[in-house]
């Protein structure tokens, strides 16, 4: 039976790679921060809690991560866990930027020094490209972050290379495009939008406050792209990927979807400069050739095909 360590297990895609990993016959470990403190309503949700182990450790502390290689032997890690709101990063860059980098490099020491055949997977992001140039984004565009946080997943997807390249580990990066659930965070746009709009049609608020709806981003769907990180740790060599849905949409244009289908006047969307960010990616969407060729990852979803999935499973689960 293969094993694998999931950090970061209780986000989106943590509760998504665990239930997909358990279907494939895995022992999964979940790294969380406390027993107290931590969220487990998504694990919960989807049935999984009684079927994982879940471990404090704080990964920033190298002794512990030790500790956990040590005693769980697994034969793949995942590193989901991050701070992972852009918005945030800029009000705790340090934070962001200390977190997201040293809890990387403990990992692969750990691995480097236990086990060096342990295989590991880095959540990358295409915030790392930030500044774009030329579009679509490719794995070989270059990279100019736009904040703490991605300033963060640059140098830890550098460390990872760096790891590869020097001591011969097996590290692969998947480059994430916006992907979203029913089970994202409520402070990310898309979950905002639609539990937002919920809101208004069950009379609990007036409007719904938004930021600059002139962005394009490149939305795709959870579930499929969680199947992607488990492709790219089962390949022959490790490398990096885009995993993007190929195309970008405006936020307006999902916005605008979501209260026609609800049937909301469209005058109860505001805009709030309050959800502006400093710098922000005007338009991005990436090129997933190389994840469809050599990984053999599908994926053909309409974005507005993903949000009627999320606007359904809102639904159904509203006020429970
Ligand atoms: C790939 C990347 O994907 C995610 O980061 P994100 O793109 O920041 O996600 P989001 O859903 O917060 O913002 C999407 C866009 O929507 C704009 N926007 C406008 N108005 C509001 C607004 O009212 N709220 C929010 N949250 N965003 C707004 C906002 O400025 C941005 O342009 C993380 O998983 C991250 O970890 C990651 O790696």
Request: proline share 2%; charged share 25%; with cysteine.
């Amino acid at each position: 039976m293969k094993s694998a360590i999931i950090t970061g297990i209780t986000g989106q895609d943590g509760a998504y790679l665990t239930r997909l990993l358990l279907e494939k016959g895995y022992k999964v470990v979940g790294l969380i921060r406390s027993h107290y403190g931590s969220n487990l309503n998504r694990l919960k949700y989807l049935g999984l809690l009684d079927r994982v182990e879940l471990v404090e450790c704080d990964q920033s502390d190298l002794s512990q991560v030790l500790n956990i290689i040590s005693t769980h032997k697994p034969n793949e890690v995942y590193n989901l866990a991050a701070q992972s709101s852009v918005s945030l990063s800029f009000q705790q860059p340090i934070g962001t930027i200390n977190f997201n980098i040293q809890s990387v490099l403990n990992m692969l020491e750990a691995i480097r020094l236990l086990n060096p055949s342990i295989r590991f997977y880095q959540a990358s992001t295409s915030e790392m490209f930030g500044k774009v140039n030329d579009l679509p984004i490719t794995e070989d565009s270059i990279v100019h972050p736009l904040s703490p946080y991605a300033i963060s997943k640059v140098t830890a997807h550098y460390v990872c290379i760096n790891y590869r390249e020097s001591y011969n580990l097996y590290t692969s990066c998947g480059i994430l495009f916006n992907h979203e659930s029913y089970l994202r965070g409520e402070n990310f746009f898309v979950k905002k939008v639609i539990k937002g709009a919920i809101d208004i049609v069950h009379g609990k608020r007036e409007v719904l406050e938004v930021g600059n709806l002139d962005i394009k981003r490149d939305f795709g769907w959870s579930e499929k792209y969680v199947e992607a990180m488990w492709l790219l740790l089962q390949q022959d060599k490790p490398d990096d990927y885009i995993i993007s849905s190929g195309k970008s949409i405006t936020l307006r244009e999902i916005v605008y979807y979501v209260f026609d289908k609800m049937k909301i006047d469209k005058g109860r969307i505001k805009i709030n400069s309050a959800f502006f960010r400093p710098t922000e990616i005007q338009d991005i969407y990436g090129s997933n050739k190389k994840a469809r060729s050599v990984l053999n990852w599908q994926y053909d979803m309409d974005f507005f095909d993903v949000l009627n999935l999320i606007i359904e499973e809102e639904y159904k689960n509203y006020g429970k």
